[in-house]
């Protein structure tokens, strides 16, 4: 099956500092999506994005298909940023099954 | 937008009982219903999928037995623990979709003692 791959496992930042996170897959998708996961396991969409780039306020993520990996940027990080980020990846056409990578664990630091 | 609630949010049950939890989609029908399971600190990994109306396909290494779901209609999934074990302690949480739209529910921590 495929393989979803997130770095890094954990992040700790200073309220205000800036972030990349990467996810590589190890094969074609047909839909990327990136979502937060509150403290109380809510899971939030930030992005459906199988390619090109999309920005919502201080969340941006880029997708380049061609080479199987994705970025989520946060910029001006907050507290309330933190928790634990997920790409997921859907892989075989027409089954709708999301595969999530491992996470990364979010802390911002006020 | 798409709601799925999910209930309960959270439950306790003595070791060898059974634990049922629901899925609805309030205002989309849901043909598809996944069900996946978080430890913590851990992933979601995939549990089943769940067709309106057949039966559900499960993952490799999953207790269909262990693990009934039922979607007898549009608007309603669930998930039966039976059994249960401080194994199966965990992080339950469904996701619905229709024609490209899809919700998760908000998850149901399952304690086992």
């Known amino acids: 099956g495929i393989q979803v791959e997130q770095s890094p496992p954990d992040l700790i930042l200073q309220e205000g500092a800036n972030s990349t996170l990467r996810c590589n897959f190890s094969d074609s998708v047909n839909n990327l999506q990136w979502f937060h996961q509150n403290p109380w396991g809510q899971l939030i969409n930030l992005f459906y994005?199988?390619?090109g780039t999309k920005q919502n306020g201080r969340l941006s993520a880029t997708t380049v298909a061609t080479e199987r990996y994705s970025l989520l940027y946060i910029s001006s990080s907050q507290t309330t940023d933190s928790g634990v980020y997920f790409c997921?990846?859907?892989?075989?056409?027409?089954?709708?099954?999301?595969?999530f990578g491992q996470g990364t664990t979010l802390q911002v630091k006020p | 937008g798409a709601v799925v609630s999910q209930h309960p949010s959270w439950v306790i049950c003595k070791s060898g009982t059974s634990v049922k939890i629901e899925c609805r989609s309030l205002?989309?029908?849901?043909?598809?219903m996944f069900w996946y399971r978080q430890f913590p600190k851990q992933s979601l990994m995939l549990m089943a999928t769940?067709?309106?109306?057949?039966?559900?396909?499960?993952e490799q290494g999953v207790e269909k037995d262990k693990f009934l779901i039922n979607h007898a209609s549009l608007t309603l999934s669930t998930l039966t623990v039976t059994s249960a074990h401080p194994e199966d302690s965990s992080f339950y949480i469904c996701r619905g979709t229709v024609l490209g739209r899809d919700t998760f529910g908000s998850g149901t921590r399952l304690t086992v003692v």
């Open positions: 997921a990846v859907e892989w075989s056409s027409n089954t709708g099954k999301l595969i």
């Open positions: 769940s067709n309106e109306g057949s039966k559900a396909t499960y």
């Open positions: 994005i199988p390619s």
């Open positions: 205002d989309f029908q849901a043909t598809t």
